[in-house]
């Protein structure tokens, strides 16, 4: 990574990023050539695409991410000449790659989920369309070296989401929650639009390398206002405060594979812009006044769509405000500028896709199994899906934080990078931040204790006696999702060497993403800043050794209390009396299930209660019950109110910019 | 040894559970009077408990009305062995005044087997620690009974 | 040699025989002391022993709608789980184990511990067990609030010699060797007295103890519990006890006696006593059980309120 080489990759890999993006493309053609009949076939195409471009990215990982190459491609040959690159590029560093390797690996697990989980809707092949559509936009967007392209993308990427929202079109609110998803995102994509429009107006170009090689000079308040609307443009596309309720109309009524996509990819990709256009382009994540405005929205949004997730009734609507509660985590990390904060919040952007990932896919397999989603309807299924219980616990787990899952390393460099940025700047802001980050993670837990307690836990209702857990082809990309929640958290050592480090150095070192475009030592005559220095902190949560050492305590704990029961498990005792409590008992309750096992109902024959869904927690929503009424009159569900929220963060952010940059 | 230690613990550590069957409160008042400060059963280890799975010693009191039957069979039922039944006044014994009401299935022995049982209405707290006491003895004779 | 070394810090001292022993005796202690308060001779001090052992000779009945490795597992991994917190708090000088931030570490397993509790009370399906559940959360994000404000206050003041905040206790230890314990800057005694409230909560002690209020909701979270799991409840009852006590020690009494090992243990177990009068023989001898909404209220008003004072005095240097 020292040796920084910039210039033409030789060789295959050269072609990589095209080929990856061009995979998922072509794999939508052909699904829908293929027509309504040969499911299989149409499986094998979604799997082949999804596998090959997941491969080809993985397969760049070595060049870009180990040596620091940056891998430029130039469609159709079109070079830049001089210091004008006009071409459409895609230029692939280790910010893209890791966003691309998010895309792919999230693509890959939704498809071999949506094989058995679409199976018995119709029209598979206009799903599998829009679905490797989306896919392909997706990685597009990532690998994109210019902003029209980017736009481009968001705009397949926008269309293509809201019809999956609405492909299940029977389901109520299908279409109200797609025309909401659509109605908004058209705000931010028309704002990505402007910002583009301004920008070339002023210094006409698009591609990327150049407009960071050329932004710093032009400053202006022209190139103010387009970083405000391509901000704000990015944000909605990242659902962040105040384009969150729209997230969650829109996840809810989607199926779960596509939610995982729009919570765990598409949220990313807006993530991915906003560090693109703060770090590379306008390199202004340095100045106090952006670093703390993006960190406070982080933390905002983290802590309102924390407490949004608290009211919900519906499994996938509460998953969906958590998603953005933990965008919000990953905003917050990301605008503190720092290296280690970076790290942070590109960890937890990969951890969210996971488990997020994993949690969806779970409310999947219990709305296919059960039918429902409704949390004040569902109860008891824990004995009835045991492995989707396991699944969904080890999500929930990683969610919360609760170590040593993924969850918990990343909310951890979190806080410390949080804590760094407040004592280097002394700047107060940040440490409300951070109690509301930590408050948050609280929220979170309990949350998903609610969740846990109302699907999973309590007795089982009578319809739900013949549920059987879902088919071992629905569980397989589960365990891959959790498999890779249990590994990044047992060594985010390693997860910050091989790619969170690259990535994050590749976006503090804008000279290098222009001198790869523009040959070596363009950046140097201007005025880039120098590459962000590695940062120094450890990640010293904890060494894997000492979970060993619990391991070990647990077995003498289980030890000393057998050889102090005296006896194995189970194994009921018979006292000398029990015989004549028991006839008598029988002579009550002949025919009747032995009272011995029932709940304790305070000697009533147990009946079925059930504390779940909205009952939970009473005394906290009583406490706040003024902050809990005001929320809800503001989520009011109306898309007009949604629209005007839009607007005023675009008004405010324009202000914010024009005055402070 | 260990369970030496154990079946010496069960006579230290009685938790009772309190089953009102039918009782003109009187008894129940009683019971509860035994726990406070005057008379502090609590440095023999008693505690009274309010879940029947905890419970170590079963204290019934009231004529066993034929609505608390039901309740009180169940209840004990539920209680982990070993543990042992207490009759607390005159009427889960012999019915008391209440004896021959079409309303009442009594006595206690009908239902269950009682370790120990203390008349009077109401037994004076006196009493009732004395029987409590000596339920909390043979507790450790079940017990060690149990796995002997 | 290592390795035996380490399995005797583990198994012995300070690990599971040591804190076992010290739970059970500040539980005992704390029974004692609540009767004294109120003119009774009280059980014994090894009462809460005999109470453990009791359960293990008793019957474990495992209600029909529970499953089973959750109804067994949650309790023995929830005890596990907190000792394993225990070995990152220095006792007598040093820690089992410690990190750059093991203030986190701590606070993540005693919550993970809390959560099991919850996790094994839910599988039991008992409507009982399910208020329990929702009142020990309740519980949780009142007292996580001040604690979160308390921990940035004292590794903010910790961390004033390196001009960082310092999320280690090792590092808090050592600034207490050379400034003096924490609790004798006048400007931490507020977030002291608020730490004395989150113990109280966080060990489940009496006028809080909402989660398991044995008259209203039929021991609540323990509603189900019989036999050997509830022996483990009971354990890890005491033992929180003992190490949101010794914690309190590690952040506002550390560096006592520094260089002589035997005396800082035996210094740790008389402030740890002291805590116990404090924070559970006094309120209990003193209050009725709260409802849960006043909890949450008296913990995010006051006790966050005292908590806000000393942070925000610490973060202007005073």
Redo the contacts between chains.
Sequence with gaps: MMEMIYGQIGGAVAHFPIFAVISLFLGAFLTALVGKRRALLRRGIVFVSSLVSLVLVILMIPPVMSEGWIITYWMGGWEPVGQWAIGIGLEADALSLFFALIVTAAVFTAALYSFPYMAQDSQPENYYTLYLMLAGSLLGLVLSGDLFNIFVMIEIMTMTAVALTAFRVDYDGALEGAIKYMIVGSIGSSAVLVGIAILYSQLHTLNLAQLALRLPEANSPATAAAFAFLFVGFGSKAFLFPFHPLAADAHAVAPASISMIISGVITKCGVYGIIRLCYVLWQNMSLPAVSTAVTLIGAVSCFICVTMAFNQHNFKRLLAFHSISQIGYVIAAVGLGSFFGLEAGLFHAMNHTIFKGLLFLAAGAVQHAAGTLDLDRLG?L??KM?RTFLLFLIGAAAI????PFNG?ASK?MI??SV??K??ESGN?VF?LV??LC??SS??T??SF??V??SVF????RPEYAELRDVSAAMRVPMWILATLCVITGLFPGAVRNILLAPAAAAAGNPAAYIDAVFGVGTAAGAHIPEAAKASET?I????PL?WL??L???T???C??M?????P??R???????E???Q??EK??AGL?????????????AEF????GS??????K??LRRYFSYMRRWHSGNVNDYTRYGIAALAFMLAFAVLCL | M??KW?DSSMKKSPWIFH?NAGSCNGCDIELVSVLTPRYDAERFGFRLTG???QADIVVVSGPITMQ???????????VP???CVVSLGSCPRSGNVFKGSYAIDGPLE????V?VSVGGCTPKPEAIIAALAQAAELLEK?RS???G | MDFLM?AVQ??VFP??LFMTAMGVLLTGLGGKLVARLQNRVGPPVLQPWYDI?KC??K???????A?RA?Y?GAP??G???L??AG?FIPMGGRAV?S???DV??VL??L??CS?MA??GA???????A??G???E??A??SY??PF??IL?AV?KLA?SDT???T??LQSIAEWQRIHGPVLFHWSMIPAAIAMLFVISCEAGLHPFDVAEAETEI?EGLL??YSG?PL??YRLTHCVRLFIMTALFAALFLGGLAAGNDGLAVLLLVAVCIVLTFLCMALPHGICARL???Q???FY?TVVTGLALVS?VLV?FGL
């Design positions: 008891g824990a004995r045991p919360s934080g609760l170590p918990f951890w806080y410390q804590f760094e407040a004592e107060p440490i951070l109690v930590l408050l609280v929220l837990l309990a204790v609610k846990t307690q836990f309590g007795p089982c450890l010293g949560c904890w060494e000492s050492w619990l070990l305590t647990v003498c704990a289980v000393f209390v050889v102090l029961g005296g006896r498990f189970g009921t005792v018979q006292a000398d009396d029990a004549e409590r028991r008598a008992s009550l309750f299930p032995d009272p011995k096992y029932e709940s304790f109902f305070s000697g009533e024959k209660s059930h504390v779940g009952d939970l927690f009473w005394g906290f009583y406490s | 260990f369970q154990i089953i879940s029947p799975r608390s039957r039901e309740r009180l069979v169940r209840t004990l039922a539920q062995e070993p543990f009908k239902w269950t087997h370790d079940k009974r149990m796995h | 380490l583990i198994l690990g599971l052992l293990f000779g019957e474990m009945i495992v209600p029909e709608h499953g959750v067994i023995v991994l005890f596990a789980v000792c394993t070995f184990f990190g750059t931030a986190i570490v993540y397993l919550t993970f959560v919850m996790a839910a599988s039991t399906g008992s409507p009982f399910g208020v559940v929702s009142r959360m309740v949780m994000i996580e609030l979160v404000l940035l590794g961390g001009g960082g905040v999320f280690s039929c509603a189900e050997l022996a483990f409802r849960v909404e909890l949450f209220r995010w942070l973060w």
